[in-house]
Nanobody
Framework: VQLQASGGGLVQAGGSLRLSCAAS????????MGWFRQAPGEEREFVSV????????AYADSVKGRFTISRDIAKNTVYLEMNSLRPEDTAVYSC???????????????????????WGQGTLVTVSS
């Protein structure tokens, strides 16, 4: 299974970007897909997650109201629409997937990186002030 993230770039504060993460390879049934980010010198942190079948979502407090996660089931792709970007949003953003076989978790557990089975490479988002 490969997760391919794209859509990062350089944007001014207040601007918007849309990240995509497409899953390919061996067929798997996703339970949830999430986005994490890691700023230089910082720990990786949870951004958002979507439960694949029901479409329910959760967000970190720092992005709530500005970021929107969505998915296209037919394309096996998860998106992260980022609006009102701030310099502190600058980070490498990575997508991750938890398979259905790994079992059901609540949103609190899904905010931890260890909940995920597959990870994509990161895409860099840089927000200038």
């Amino acid at each position: 299974v490969q997760l391919q993230a794209s859509g990062g770039g350089l944007v001014q504060a207040g601007g918007s970007l849309r990240l995509s993460c497409a899953a390919s390879g061996r067929t798997f049934r996703s339970y949830a897909m999430g986005w994490f980010r890691q700023a230089p010198g910082e720990e990786r942190e949870f951004v958002s997650v979507i439960k694949w079948n029901v479409g329910s979502t959760a967000y970190a407090d720092s992005v709530k109201g500005r970021f929107t996660i969505s998915r296209d089931i037919a394309k096996n792709t998860v998106y992260l629409e980022m609006n009102s970007l701030r310099p502190e949003d600058t980070a490498v953003y990575s997508c991750a997937a938890r398979t259905l076989r790994s079992g059901i978790l609540d949103f609190k557990s899904l905010s931890g990186a260890s909940a995920y089975d597959y990870w994509g490479q990161g895409t860099l988002v840089t927000v200038s002030s």
